[in-house]
């Protein structure tokens, strides 16, 4: 080991071993332009759109742009994907870039190693940096429930693997490697790996799992669902999203890729988001109370899209609820008095940022948010001065920004996707999943994000103190590694549905209805009670308790497992909401939709007594709650 002590360390990242494009303008600044190094043509998707994106794992055109590139052969068009008014979304492209060749990327990498050849090459995140075969995606993996904007998890783990094997192996062949140690908490195979797909990589020679680190105390008991009021073997908030994909109607479903409407997912998601938004503000209270910790408790929420992230944001952190989904109610999470304590970042944000590629002013303010989320100050020299990141005071000047760090005040967190490996806040005591999880590397990134322990105080006992994280909607598993069948399923038989010209006479017009407007005057009442559908608020369909314990016995959760058993319930929401509160708040959101209507004509002053009349007539007469549920908890029902 002394022998590494007189080598030259050099610490990057897998963007560096990209190969850099080579184009040189000449001297004089002419408009001639000589291109350099080796030509590399690569096949890649595009997206063509108007605002500026990171299309994290490809890239992206503005319009104008786009045709420039064809025009001018920068790139070849193979096919062209448009939306339904013509508009041309998405281009299968292929395009050839100069880069530098093997020498020049290696002369880059090791400069400062001169011509050193005895390396030592460490691989930090190593589930990244592997041999990916170009093999199609198996049936089982291609989702119904797709979205325009969703940025499918596996391209950037795929270019990231690629280019970070493909600059070792340029390495190996300039300069030679001694040797490669890998280092992962999730030694095991990324998705779309066919047989492989979550099995240990078989490299693997020292193992110090998740179930030995969570036994020794070096990291937070996660607690899972492990039983519910409706008593099924699968309790309904342990896979949030597969639990809501049969209840949604066809039309809250959307397209194939339109994806389902966000507030369809919140009106039904509202339940356990409010359960355990519930259980952190009574941790957020009990922190404040025990005052050996001035930092707040963090809540995490993951979501599938940004439209899914987008309305979360602004119905948690902008108190803004989406059509037919009622109020979330949780004061500590929103955003007032320009105080930011719940925030939305996007995967896409993430990748820019790690590429230090982003020229976005907020982009950069947020990166410094999420990397200082838990911090209540800057580190700080010998004199005591704080010790800022680079170019962070000028960065809160241009944006008049106060300079404690950024991410002092945030208690909530939205993201799209997962927040990075490294992400070192240990403040993470909630996570809930509102996504497919495909894999169980997903599945422990997610988790992992909350596992990071707040405090290494030895106890009485000669052990850490037990901290626990909650989490609903990650169908989590301490021991994942399952083989899968290797064979690929067969494609079903692809039938080609088209329109017969002879045929066109019987045609049949359906016309497009846009929505319904109701004429208002002077009053508004139900005539006919009794045609009115009822509600009833049954446990068995929508869980109002759960059970949560850690899952180290055979992957079963178990109440003699590492922090106990802890319940889940509705008790928060029910503590801080009066059903005539909730009734008001109905009313209002009624009168304010039907005095925006054009046909309207009674002012909102009028209407609300008579909508809240009827509003308390629905709760008395309409809706039965079976025990334990309570009759408040309609206000949650979707």
């Not at 309409?622 to 009759?631: D, H, M, N, T, W």
Request: glycine share 8%; charged share 25%.
């Amino acid at each position: 080991m002394s022998d590494l002590s007189k080598g030259r360390m050099i610490i990057t990242n897998w963007h560096v071993l990209e190969p850099q494009s080579v184009r040189d303008d000449p001297p004089g600044g002419g408009s001639r332009v000589e291109r350099r190094g080796v030509p590399a043509t690569a096949r890649e998707s595009v997206l063509i759109t108007s605002a500026r994106t990171s299309a994290r794992g490809g890239r992206a055109y503005t319009p104008e742009a786009y045709s420039v590139a064809k025009a001018s052969g920068e790139i070849r068009v193979l096919d062209e994907e448009r939306d339904a008014l013509g508009n041309l979304t998405r281009a299968e492209i292929e395009a050839t870039r100069y880069v530098e060749s093997d020498s020049a990327l290696v002369a880059r990498v090791l400069g400062r190693a001169g011509g050193k050849q005895n390396i030592l090459v460490i691989n930090d995140e190593a589930h990244h940096a592997y041999r990916i075969p170009p093999d199609e995606p198996d049936a089982d993996e291609q989702e119904a429930l797709f979205d325009d904007d969703d940025e499918d998890d596996d391209l950037p783990d795929r270019k990231e693997a690629t280019v970070w094997v493909d600059g070792l192996d340029r390495i190996q062949k300039i300069r030679g490697i001694n040797m490669c140690v890998d280092l992962s908490a999730t030694p095991y195979f990324l998705g779309r790996m066919g047989g492989s797909t979550n099995t240990v990589f078989p490299w693997v020679v020292s193992d110090f799992g998740l179930t030995d680190a969570i036994e020794s105390g070096l990291v937070k008991v996660p607690q899972l669902v492990a039983a519910d009021d409706t008593g099924r073997p699968q309790p309904a908030y342990f896979n949030i999203w597969e639990w809501i994909k049969p209840r949604l109607t066809r039309a809250e479903r959307g397209t194939a890729r339109g994806g389902p409407r966000p507030e369809a997912i919140l009106k039904h998601a509202h339940t356990p988001i409010a359960m355990l938004g519930g259980m952190w503000w009574k941790e957020l209270r009990k922190w404040e109370v025990e005052d050996r910790d001035a930092r707040p408790p963090v809540f995490i929420l993951v979501a599938r899209n940004k439209r899914l992230a987008r309305a979360l944001f602004e119905w948690i952190g902008e108190n803004r609820n989406p059509p037919g989904v009622a109020p979330l109610n949780i004061p500590p999470l929103a955003n007032v008095d320009g105080r930011i304590v719940t925030i939305r970042v996007d995967t896409g944000v993430v990748a820019e940022t790690d590429s230090d590629n982003s020229d976005s002013y907020e982009n950069r303010w947020m990166r410094l948010t999420l990397d200082t989320v838990g911090s209540l100050a800057w580190p700080e020299d010998r004199q005591g001065r704080p010790v800022y990141p680079v170019g962070f005071e000028d960065l809160a000047k241009k944006l008049s920004r106060p300079v404690h760090p950024p991410g002092r005040d945030v208690r909530c967190i939205v993201s799209v996707g997962m927040l990075t490996e490294g992400w070192d806040c240990n403040t993470v005591t909630h996570v809930i999943g509102l996504r497919p999880f495909q894999s169980q590397l997903l599945c422990e990134q997610v988790v992992g994000r909350a596992l990071r322990r707040r405090f290494y105080d030895i106890g009485e006992d000669g052990h850490f103190e037990e901290e626990i994280a909650k989490v609903f909607g990650v169908p989590f598993e301490v021991v994942p590694f399952k083989a899968t069948n290797a064979d690929p399923k067969p494609k079903p038989p692809q039938r080609r549905i088209y329109p017969v010209p002879s045929k066109a006479r019987h045609a049949i017009t359906v016309p497009n209805v846009q929505g319904f407007q109701m004429g208002v005057r002077n009053r508004i009442a139900v005539e006919d009670w009794a045609s009115v559908a009822g509600t009833t608020l049954d446990p068995q369909d929508l869980p109002s308790t759960s059970a949560m314990a850690a899952a180290l016995n055979m992957n079963r959760p178990s109440v003699t497992a590492p922090g106990g058993a802890h319940m889940a319930t509705l008790d928060a929401f029910r503590a801080e909401h009066r059903e005539q509160q909730l009734a008001f708040q109905m009313a209002a959101d009624l009168t304010r939709l039907y005095a925006a209507q054009p046909t309207c004509e009674a002012p909102a002053h009028v209407l609300f007594p008579q909508i809240l009349r009827i509003v308390q007539h629905y709760l008395d007469h309409k809706v039965v709650a079976r025990p334990p549920a309570l009759r408040l908890d309609a206000f949650l029902s979707p």
